[in-house]
């Protein structure tokens, strides 16, 4: 199978250079034989590893990271985590189907918190509630879709005219929007390293060892620079570099995106800033995601881009722009760092998932919802692979991802789309 190369990041991720320095496990090296194999420490692959640890406590479990604990996709996110689905949860339409999906995403939630608790450290977990913003009519629109949808399934939410959302946000820049009660934040790349790094002992996670081909047979054979890690299993946990892999290529497409965080502003900018924590994200799904961090920074995240990075400068051009048109007041704060990240998306927003050849599983197509979905699909993935039971409930909710068109089709689909999108969007980029 081909090399899986691994995002191409131009820049640190600043959630990770603003925490203490860690020291990184060992990569592999030698031959290593285990029961289970899982390629990727995001959140889905770290899930599985708990959970067959839970389920085969006995078995050896080995865990493959490309790179640095916190320097990954996961770590790179923005930090939002809703124990509710936050793009169907709401439906009016599919009531059924977002009750259901409501209740995977509690559990995958509440199998954070629980390795939070056994683990004991932090990550800056704090319930805030969760503001949907929107800039224009068109957003406007769904935000009065989302209050409807919150009336019909009972939850409790506040919807916000202009002037309430200044009143949260300190920024004027909003038409309306709506906040519901569920929702937190968090630092992700500390939740990230957490999860690593409280691993049981049984299971043995190696990083900066990137998997550069899997062999069939039984056992499966696993390559890295250093290493051959034979195992009877292996999770392909990679999201998007599962398609480097050979698999799914028809099914999932690479998105980057970016996002900064200010320098530490002075007393009297931060005091423009609104009330002490919140995050706001956008009406319209090509938006731009502002969420406050701490007493004196914010953090904004937008721009996207397929299947390759684009410059660094142009990225924290666009970044400051979408922070100075929300705050012109604080046109003279600019961004300390500045960091891009990959999502892996889907047609129509459900993953890939399950069974991919015996003895060899994957998951991917988090669309953008990976920390809280990642985990459960993680941990069904696992409970799949140990008992048999092949998860229809999950798999009848989630869906399964269409077939793409093949290129060149793909890419001048995607750039027309993301056209009208873009135009769509207006005013919530």
């Known amino acids: 199978m081909p090399l899986s190369p691994l ?11 603003m925490l203490p320095a860690r020291q990184p496990r060992p990569p592999a090296e030698g031959r290593i034989r285990a029961r289970y194999a899982i390629v990727g420490a995001g959140y889905t692959g770290l899930a599985a590893a708990r959970r067959l640890h839970e389920l085969d406590p006995s078995a050896a479990i080995v865990v493959l990271e490309g790179t640095e604990i916190g320097e990954g996709s996961s770590g790179r996110n923005s930090g939002f985590a809703n124990p509710r689905d936050s793009k169907i949860g709401l439906s009016t339409t599919q009531m059924e189907r977002a009750e259901k999906l409501n209740e995977f995403a509690g559990e995958g939630f509440a199998y954070l918190l629980e390795a939070m608790e056994k683990g004991g450290f932090s990550c800056e977990l704090e319930r805030t509630g969760r503001i949907t913003g929107a800039a224009t009519e068109l957003g406007a629109t769904k935000i009065r879709a989302m209050a409807e949808g919150a009336r019909s399934h009972g939850f409790a939410h506040e919807f916000l005219d202009a002037e309430g959302m200044h009143r949260l946000i300190g920024s004027e820049y909003y038409r309306c929007g709506i906040r519901t009660e569920e929702g937190y934040l968090l630092q992700p790349a500390a939740l990230i390293r957490g999860l690593a790094d409280t691993l049981p002992p049984a299971i043995r996670l190696f990083e900066n060892s990137p998997v550069l081909g899997v062999e069939a047979g039984s056992p499966r054979r696993l390559r890295t620079a250093k290493a051959e890690i034979e195992a009877d299993i292996v999770i392909l946990a990679t999201n998007a570099a599962i398609k480097h892999f050979g698999f799914w290529r028809d099914g999932l497409v690479t998105i980057y995106t970016y996002a900064g965080i200010t320098e530490a502003m002075a007393p009297e900018d931060a005091a423009r800033l609104g009330i002490p924590a919140w995050g706001l994200l956008p009406a319209h799904r090509l938006g731009t995601t502002v969420r406050r961090i701490g007493a004196d920074r914010m953090m904004v995240r ?51 998932w399950g069974l991919l050849e015996p003895g060899l599983h994957g998951s991917a197509g988090c669309n953008g919802s990976g920390l809280v979905k990642g985990t459960v699909l993680g941990k069904r993935l696992a409970e799949m692979i140990v008992t048999g039971d092949p998860q229809e409930a999950l798999r009848a909710v989630y869906g399964s991802a269409n077939r793409i068109a093949p290129e060149p089709f793909r890419t001048i689909g995607f750039h027309l789309v993301s056209a009208l999108e873009r135009r769509k969007a207006g005013a919530e980029m």
Request: with cysteine; proline share 10%; net charge positive.
């Open 7 to 17: 995002p191409d990041y131009r820049d640190p991720c600043g959630w990770n250079r």
């Open 302 to 352: 937008s721009l996207y881009a397929y299947e390759k990075p684009i410059a660094p400068a142009r990225a924290r051009e666009a970044l400051t722009g979408c922070f100075h048109r929300r705050y012109p007041e604080l046109r003279h704060v600019t961004l300390e760092h500045v960091w891009g990240g990959t999502t892996a998306l889907t047609m129509n927003g459900s993953p890939r």
